[in-house]
């Protein structure tokens, strides 16, 4: 069904719907957009391999509101902006007058008359919204609390790098289940018709309100989601594992209680021997080895977690391209 609903719009079609369009969660684009994406992805990073420039942003900018900081977010769409023919502009509150108090409705109708998108990595995912509201000019979401899109876009990339598709995959992942790459990833899984089973703590659950809307995609391409506490059950037979921090950005003052709460959901080499024997690994990185993974699994043959990271370069650039261009 997946492959069915890739092809029944052509690229000049499905480019001509993203024009413009916010990039705010998985949840808002379709099965065939999203593989459309994915397969620009591709094409962009074959491109930048091949040392053949690719100036579809020429004259464009991108400007990039970090509320939160970051490494591979910040410097991969700055660079990727570069390597599409345009320019990116960081912007943190401290620089502009929204850390002094002036509204996110006049910062958003301002910096529309300026720039061509704008990236916003933040805590609110209602602040993000708020922007999308009112701006005239992509927003797109470079991660809030409950959402992690352009991390997600480039694990689908990855995934289709080592096992040629998405479709019938089970991905595993243990940890957090309530923290934004999960969300992201459940959102995801149900869009292309992947198996997704997460293990958390029971007080760690996902967000039910986006579980039930991920359930219903997923009616229409035969994915199934399962919400469970056993990491070994929902290990078995996994294509993909997948982890992330158990203390994430604004949360350090729990470190302590998350630290025992999370002691049986460390992916280590007893619990991914459940795994298929050619499962991969991924962690969207920053990783702290020894918490919720084992060195010898980050640092190990099934590990594509630099692959993973890279491709977050090439997965904003579609994003990029199809929005602006």
Not at 150 to 169: F, N
Not at 261 to 282: G, H, P, R, T, W
Request: charged share 25%; aromatic share 6%; net charge negative.
């Amino acid at each position: 069904m997946v492959q069915a609903i890739k092809t029944t719009e052509s690229s000049d079609v499905m480019q001509a719907k993203l024009k413009g369009k916010d990039f705010l969660s998985i949840a808002d684009f379709s099965t065939a957009e999203i593989l459309y994406l994915l397969e620009e992805a591709k094409e962009l990073k074959k491109l930048q391999k091949s040392g053949i420039p690719h100036p579809y942003l020429a004259g464009k900018v991108l400007g990039m509101l970090f509320e939160k900081s970051s490494t591979r977010t910040r410097v991969s769409f700055e660079v990727g902006m570069l390597q599409l023919g345009g320019h990116a502009i960081f912007l943190s509150p401290r620089d502009i007058q929204l850390g002094r108090g002036e509204s996110i409705h006049d910062t958003a109708i301002v910096l529309s008359r300026y720039l061509d998108a704008l990236m916003i990595r933040t805590f609110s995912h209602e602040s993000i919204q708020e922007f999308a509201h009112h701006a005239d000019v992509p927003i797109i979401n470079g991660l809030t609390d409950p959402h992690h899109p352009v991390q997600v876009m480039a694990d689908l990339q990855t995934i289709i790098e080592y096992k040629g598709k998405l479709d019938g995959l089970k991905l595993c992942y243990v940890g957090d289940g309530n923290n934004n790459v999960t969300h992201s990833l459940i959102e995801a899984a149900a869009k292309v018709g992947m198996h997704i089973s997460v293990a958390s703590p029971e007080k760690y659950r996902p967000n039910q309100e986006i579980v039930a809307k991920a359930l219903e995609d997923a009616k229409l391409t035969g994915s199934t989601i399962s919400i469970i506490t056993d990491p070994i059950e929902a290990m078995k037979d996994a294509d993909v594992v997948v982890t992330d921090v158990w203390t994430s950005m604004g949360m350090e003052a729990e470190a302590q209680e998350r630290l025992q709460a999370f002691q049986a959901y460390q992916v280590n080499e007893e619990l991914c021997s459940y795994a298929k024997s050619d499962y991969i690994f991924m962690h969207c990185l920053p990783a702290h080895r020894g918490e919720e993974v084992t060195a010898d699994i980050i640092d190990g043959p099934h590990s594509v977690v630099f692959d993973e990271a890279e491709n977050r370069l090439h997965a904003q650039k579609a994003i990029l391209k199809a929005v602006i261009l």
